[in-house]
């Protein structure tokens, strides 16, 4: 076959292979296979660029059974070839590499490389979105016939992945919509149902006061107790209610959040929010572990925000509890801790002993691009990257640890200190 037939072979297979609109991970994946096919290659790498940490973050390798025993899955985004090859927006082919990083990677690998060819993953005038790098030709090296087709190929891919961002971002734009029209009739019915308390209050006042003057018995007072008790649970859930679908609405519609930030303990509002889980959990046989740190010092934050981040990393580690339990297994536990020490970041983490998240999942639920996980609980994704905006709009940052079949930590971490005299600046 010669290299113009060749080049034909491998844009229709790019072409008919990347037209569908899969899952982020699969167009990695297919991008890898092509590229190995097209050339003759032994094997190679995958890295998709991430501007927020300008690093090269590794995606998939060939043969696959070498993933796990790569030294470095993260690069920063000058470094060596791949870095080179990013920046100057150029292919390279390379003969063998006896540095100090390549000799690193052989021994961790097992993989010695006589040669190799780096392509960008772009569209002409656009950034790269990445480095497709390929090792060891089958018969003899890498040619600039080889860099032509990698680069068709690049063109083709890239502009999968940019059709698939636009998609996911059409979806997530359809979802908003949704989202707003939903938390804005939910802030009206709950509204309503407010003033009906409202309404309820006065008379039961009054029954309060003429109880009082007739000395009832004592379990006539404890059931008064009880319902007056009950009426104002009530109305602060309503009043969480209009407060947490008026921020909803606020996010689907755009408008930058502001949030109430404000220097005072921390630990009442964490317990509360997760004590609101406590039913489902019994119901399900999952134990719910508190360890707070009462006497924390007081930290900079939104009572709102904090409230619903809690209960969304705590609905989440439902569901993965659940995933993993099975019909007939035991559904595990969750873990919430609250720690902090002063001058140290405040940390708030939710533990579940669920099915664990591989490390691409973990980048995608950072990046804000997680749909939902779990098959038994079908969910929109949005859950987490509503958290994302809650603590970045307090100056905050999310971690994941992650291990599969074992568990994961969901990390809150806020800035120690008083609030910022611009604590009151709208955060986009």
Known sequence: ???????????????????????????????????????????????????????LRFQH????????????????????????????????????????????????????????VTVPLMVPDEEPIGVVQLINKASGNFTENDVAVLEIVSNVSALAFM??????????????????????????????????VDYVELPLAILNGELGDLNPDPETRRLANEANEMLGRLRRSLELTMDYTKLMSDLSSGIPLRPELRFEPMADTIATSVSYYEPQCRQNGVALVYQIQTEAPPACHDRLYMFRICQNLVSNAIKAVLEKAGPEGKPGSITVRYRALEGQPHIVEVEDTGPGMSREIIERVLAGRAGSMWEKAKGSGWGTKIVLNLVEAQRGSLEIDSEVGVGTTFRVLLPAGDCPSDASSPVT
């Open 61 to 116: 390798v060939l043969p696959e059974d070498v993933g796990d025993r790569l030294p470095f899955r993260i690069l920063p985004d000058d470094f060596g070839v791949v870095g080179r090859v990013f920046h100057n927006r150029q292919a390279e082919t390379t003969q063998a590499q006896h540095d100090e990083p390549h000799q690193v990677i052989a021994k961790a690998t097992g993989v010695v490389v006589d040669n190799m």
């Open 1 to 55: 076959m010669d290299a113009n037939e060749r080049l034909i072979r491998a844009v229709q297979h790019a072409t008919r292979k990347l037209a569908g609109s899969g899952p982020f991970d699969s167009l990695l994946r297919d991008v890898l296979s092509i590229c190995v096919e097209a050339v003759g290659a032994a094997g190679g790498t995958i890295y998709t660029h991430d501007p927020a940490t300008r690093t």
């Open 163 to 196: 059709n698939h961002a636009l998609s996911e971002q059409s979806a997530r734009a359809l979802q908003l919509l949704g989202m707003g029209r939903v938390a804005h009739d939910i802030k009206n019915m709950a509204a309503a149902q407010k003033s009906m």
